[in-house]
């Protein structure tokens, strides 16, 4: 299933222009999750990965040594991905479609359940790389919030998830990680090279 949580967060560069930065690997339960994206990544084996919703770089840094780079559009983050030494660059890319580079792979962890549309954007996505990672939450609904995050607009089960992702990728891995469902999928929208 899918549902809508709300109509009215503001998934925008001035609601996060003054927010604190997103220090995820220092959270055991955000932790893991990142380090398991990092394996699959590695393991999908991309010339090239952008992260978009980057954060403050800490999938960047477990991912050193592969041609990587980010984009996030509150300046804490930014911040925190100088002081890793990862490269993440203030931009909001899903509000301005403004991609300065696509990567082989996309990344979108813990970001498309805050997005205004998500099936927009994975569509968009789709047609700029071969293989995306994501992941949300697969607990929420409408009647149980988890509390994960009261600004996420939307939430998924396992089953919608899939769904969600197959209407413009063919998934390849998804697993539980904690709390939170992780998708390793091929782009059924750009022509294999």
């Known amino acids: 299933m899918e ?36 394996r699959m990544i590695r393991e999908c084996g991309p010339s090239s990965v952008v992260d978009l919703g980057c954060g403050d770089g800490g999938l960047l840094k477990l991912l050193d040594g592969m041609d990587c780079w980010g984009y996030d559009f509150t300046p804490a983050n930014i911040v925190g991905c100088e002081e890793r030494g990862v490269d993440g660059t203030l931009i909001d890319v899903f509000n301005t479609r403004d991609v300065p580079r696509w990567g082989q792979l996309v ?6 359940e805050h997005l205004a549309n998500p099936h927009d954007v994975l569509e968009w996505v789709s047609e700029n ?19 994960t995050d009261p600004c996420h607009i939307w939430a998924w089960d396992w089953a919608g998830y899939e769904e969600l992702i197959r209407k ?7 697993e539980k990680v904690d ?13 294999l090279v």
């Open 3 to 38: 549902w809508k949580l709300q109509d009215d967060y503001p998934s925008t560069f001035e609601f996060h222009e003054h927010r604190e930065r997103a220090n995820h690997l220092i959270h055991q339960d955000h932790n893991m999750r990142l380090r398991r994206a990092a």
């Open 107 to 112: 990344v979108m962890t813990e970001v498309l």
């Open 129 to 147: 790389c071969e293989f995306i990672v994501v992941s949300s939450p697969w607990g929420e609904n409408p009647e149980i919030n988890q509390g």
């Open 168 to 174: 413009n990728f063919s998934i390849l891995w998804h």
């Open 179 to 191: 709390w939170s469902q992780l998708i390793l999928a091929r782009s059924k929208n750009v022509p």
